[in-house]
């Protein structure tokens, strides 16, 4: 473990490969102004999502869990101009930096935040029959990810493809003991079900960074 250079070399990623700039700076120090846990994908896997959501050629993102707004701003920049991205979050304060982060990064016209408990938003967009998502990323409550994942597949279509984050849990995702803490078990149920699923082909990886160790699954749907 060198958690320091870990932080080093992405911050040399983020510098050398211009992953971030002042529009996402001014965001994160919003996010922090306001009180809001430094949560936020890194940049470097902010521009992993970007490249994910470009690759599939997504027209509409769902995203569950706002936060500040960092990594729908990054998504919603790779949108076509008529592209969406809904953002769902349960916060009503984070809910508010979000929109005032995506506002001021020129973005609002294409974001959609849908704030409180996100079953009720993702039964609302069930109920509204719209076109399916793209790409889906899932980085809210833990202990929600298989619900999350269930829904998120209801709103896919073939080829779909689905990130799910912080699926590492300090490792203690193969501890069973640990299954007892609900977001263990929510991350544990969520990989059982993408293992059973035949409806999609996932993956996940472990990474190191400014995150520390943490890591991603990947899913797209058959
Ligand atoms: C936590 C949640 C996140 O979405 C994240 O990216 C990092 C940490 C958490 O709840 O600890
Ligand atoms: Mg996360």
Request: hydrophobic share 50%.
């Amino acid at each position: 473990m060198d958690e320091a250079r870990w932080i080093a070399v992405d911050q040399y990623f983020e510098r050398t490969l211009g992953l971030s700039d002042p529009t996402l700076e001014q965001a994160l120090a919003a996010s922090r102004a306001a009180g809001l846990p430094a949560h936020e994908v890194a940049p470097n896997q902010a521009r992993m999502l970007q490249l994910f959501a470009q690759m599939c050629g997504a027209r509409r993102i769902l995203e569950i869990g706002a936060l500040g707004g960092y990594s729908a701003i990054c998504l919603a920049r790779v949108l076509p101009a008529d592209g969406e991205l809904v953002t769902l979050e349960a916060n009503p304060g984070h809910a508010r930096v979000a929109a005032d982060n995506i506002a001021k990064a020129g973005l609002a016209d294409r974001v959609r935040i849908m704030v409180g408990d996100a079953r009720a938003s993702l039964a609302r967009l069930r109920e509204e029959d719209g076109d399916p998502f793209d790409f889906a990323f899932i980085d809210a409550d833990k202990a929600s990810n298989p619900f999350y994942l269930e829904a998120t597949l209801a709103l896919s279509r073939p080829g779909t493809v689905i990130v799910g984050d912080n699926i590492i849990r300090a490792g203690r995702i193969v501890d069973a003991a640990a299954r007892e803490d609900a977001d263990v078990r929510g991350v544990f149920e969520f990989f059982e079900q993408l293992g059973a699923d035949r409806r999609v082909s996932a993956t996940a990886l472990q990474t190191v960074g400014e995150k520390g160790w943490d890591g991603f699954a990947l899913a797209r749907v058959l």
